[in-house]
């Protein structure tokens, strides 16, 4: 199995701040690598897939990058809505594994 | 509009059985591959099947292969996933999701709001 890797964990920042998150891969997996965003009691949302792939209707301050092993999300100009847990997940095989998560909470 | 909504979730004892089921709409069913994540309560989220839009392949994680059977019909849009032999880890909320292309890519678009299902004596 491909084990994800997620830093930090938890983070604390203030609106209008960048923040970027980590995700490591056991093994290459190209680009493919999704990120998605859960918020407490509901479902989560895709926001990149591929890496680097905007999903349609997410903000244009959410970016991926990254490819093999090393893949980051930032989001620019941190708005309210925009704290809660983000999950990477790798596609390229099964099982499809997901990153342990990190927590996006308010300074 | 994209909407899956998944019922058949319940406590059931260990040993037991259950399934569940999702309805989508919104979208041709018949065109996209389909999967069940599922997320224990404060926990992370686990892949746990996928199936092929014909339903002619499916996938599981090896924590449930064996025990769980992920079905599809085509003509009523629907998508099942057959619980059996369950365990209290099998505790968890479960998610029926949208594959983003019609082969099993694992880009999950969209997602139900989930049921629940809880496993205990």
């Known amino acids: 199995d491909i084990q994800m890797t997620q830093s930090p964990s938890s983070l604390s920042a203030s609106v209008g701040d960048r923040v970027t998150i980590t995700c490591r891969t056991s093994q290459s997996i190209t680009n493919s690598l999704n990120w998605y965003q859960q918020k407490p009691g509901k479902p989560p949302k895709l926001l990149i897939y591929?890496?680097?792939s905007l999903q349609s209707g997410v903000p244009s301050s959410f970016s991926g990058s990254g490819s093999g092993t090393d893949f980051t999300l930032t989001i620019s100009g941190l708005q309210p809505e925009d704290f809660a847990t983000y999950y990477c997940?790798?596609?390229?095989?099964?099982?499809?594994?997901f990153g342990q998560g990190t927590k996006l909470e308010i300074k | 509009e994209v909407q899956l909504l998944e019922s058949g979730g319940s406590l059931v004892q260990p040993g037991g059985s259950l399934r569940l089921s999702c309805a989508a709409s919104?979208?041709?069913?018949?065109?996209?591959?389909m999967s069940w994540v599922r997320q224990a309560p404060g926990k992370g989220l686990e892949w746990v099947s996928s199936i092929s839009a014909s339903g002619g392949r499916a996938y599981y994680a090896d924590s449930v292969k064996g025990r769980f059977t992920i079905s599809r019909d085509n003509s009523r849009s629907m998508l099942f996933f057959e619980m059996k032999t369950v365990r209290a880890e099998d505790t968890a909320v479960y998610y029926c999701?949208?594959?983003?292309?019609?082969?099993?890519?694992?880009?999950?678009?969209?997602w139900g709001q989930g049921t629940l299902v809880t496993v205990s004596s």
């Open positions: 919104g979208f041709t069913f018949s065109s996209y591959a």
């Open positions: 997940q790798q596609s390229y095989s099964t099982p499809y594994t």
């Open positions: 999701v949208k594959d983003r292309l019609n082969t099993v890519t694992a880009d999950f678009d969209y």
């Open positions: 591929d890496a680097s």
